[in-house]
């Protein structure tokens, strides 16, 4: 089975790998300010002559296991072309949580920043400071403006990442009834990209499904807990919920699971399999969607090198090479793609392990 469909040579290698990187403990404790919270692995300089390989991955928040997976392929990528690796981020997601931490990077001079952002804007002038010193800005996972950045890696399509949730929801209730979503943070730009196309494609396929609310758990495992005992109570109609962050849906499905609504109301969106096993597993969840975390982080990496080597300055139609995962192009807008969302389901919920 292929995993990150059109880019897989290696893929699941990678995934593996990441996996044991993660579990070898790559993220760093929730509180510590600029590099000092993150930890460092790789050498320096190696890979790329003359040229600053010191890469920092800075996530939406830490303790998430998502980003835990994705920055671990991060690190694998910068071990293997000999730079240094470090995390570092913010306790809690929000819309500016992550500015300190960039300013610090600039001061520390970085080679390369890639980061998953909170808000599209709120970081934009920390970024743009940093480019002027010299640093290179990649996003991924979740975009700012395209001009406070060189790249974008994302994940999937928004249209794909949208289509594939609302088939799974409209599949799950008979294309019928009330659904809620159980968002990220209210500024994410990669949920709020998803949640509009969602309405779009509900509007226009599913008229007999009603989207009642859209709330926010912020990317908290507590507040999307007490988002999704309230939704319920405030609908009791209702016969699903879309949850687009696995953050969201994996706290959902721990209230599910243990309340009269489980296997009444359904729940999908986008989970990781270790997260969401055991759901699947007692019949909480039937099926959910997301792409490989481990290769989105290890191609993020790879295009932080190509920028700092200046073998690309992320103009559309520049390719780079990218480890197991081969090569890959720039499109409009400064934007790398992946591949295709997955679904995960009891039937091969087994064969992963992230
Ligand atoms: C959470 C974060 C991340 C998103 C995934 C699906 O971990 O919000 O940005 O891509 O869910």
Same mark, same amino acid.
């Given at each position: ?6 880019k ?6 990678a /995934?593996?790998?990441?996996v ?20 460092s692995?790789g050498?320096d ?6 040229a ?9 928040n ?8 994705s ?5 694998k990528?910068?071990m293997e ?20 931490y ?13 980061v ?7 970081i ?7 480019r ?7 996003t ?6 395209p ?27 008979g294309d019928e ?7 990220a ?9 998803w949640?509009?196309? /969602?309405?779009?494609?509900?509007a226009?396929s ?12 912020d ?11 309230a ?8 016969k ?11 706290a ?39 792409w490989?975390p481990?290769?989105?982080g ?8 190509? @920028? ?17 995962l081969?090569s890959?192009?720039v ?5 790398v793609? @992946?591949?295709d ?8 919920i ?5």
């Amino acid at each position: 089975m292929r995993f990150s469909i059109d880019k897989a040579r290696g893929g699941a290698l990678a /995934m593996v790998a990441a996996v044991a990187l993660t579990v070898a403990g790559c993220s760093s404790d929730g509180s510590s300010e600029g590099s000092s919270g993150g930890s460092s692995t790789g050498s320096d300089g190696g890979g790329g002559g003359d040229a600053n390989l010191a890469i920092t991955f800075l996530p939406k928040n830490l303790g998430n296991a998502y980003f835990d997976t994705s920055d671990a392929g991060g690190e694998k990528a910068i071990m293997e072309f000999g730079g240094t690796y470090e995390e570092v981020g913010p306790a809690e997601a929000g819309p500016d949580a992550q500015v300190s931490y960039i300013n610090t990077l600039t001061q520390q001079g970085v080679g390369g920043i890639v980061v998953s952002a909170n808000d599209p804007a709120a970081i934009c002038d920390a970024l743009n400071e940093a480019r002027d010193t010299g640093v290179k800005v990649v996003t991924f996972d979740s975009d700012t403006n395209p001009e406070c950045r060189d790249l974008f890696i994302n994940q999937a399509t928004a249209d794909g990442i949208a289509k594939v949730e609302v088939d799974m929801i409209a599949e799950q209730i008979g294309d019928e009834g009330q659904i809620a979503i159980l968002s990220a943070t209210a500024n994410a730009t990669n949920q709020n990209a998803w949640i509009e196309i /969602m309405k779009t494609e509900l509007a226009d396929s599913h008229p007999n499904i009603e989207l009642v609310d859209v709330v926010y758990g912020d990317d908290d495992d507590q507040t999307s807990f007490d988002k999704t005992a309230a939704l319920l109570q405030t609908y009791p109609d209702l016969k699903g919920i879309i949850s687009p962050t696995t953050v969201g849906i994996s706290a959902a499905a721990r209230y599910l699971s243990t309340s009269d609504y489980k296997g009444k109301v359904a729940l999908t969106g986008l989970g990781t399999p270790n997260q969401m096993r055991e759901y699947v597993e007692d019949g909480t969840v039937t099926e959910f969607a997301l792409w490989n975390p481990a290769d989105l982080g290890y191609l993020a990496a790879y295009a932080a090198k190509a @920028l700092v080597e200046g073998e690309i300055t992320g103009a559309e139609g520049d390719s780079f090479e990218a480890g197991d995962l081969g090569s890959y192009d720039v499109g409009a807008d400064g934007t790398v793609l @992946l591949g295709d969302p997955y679904r995960f389901n009891a039937d091969n919920i087994g064969d992963f392990d992230f």
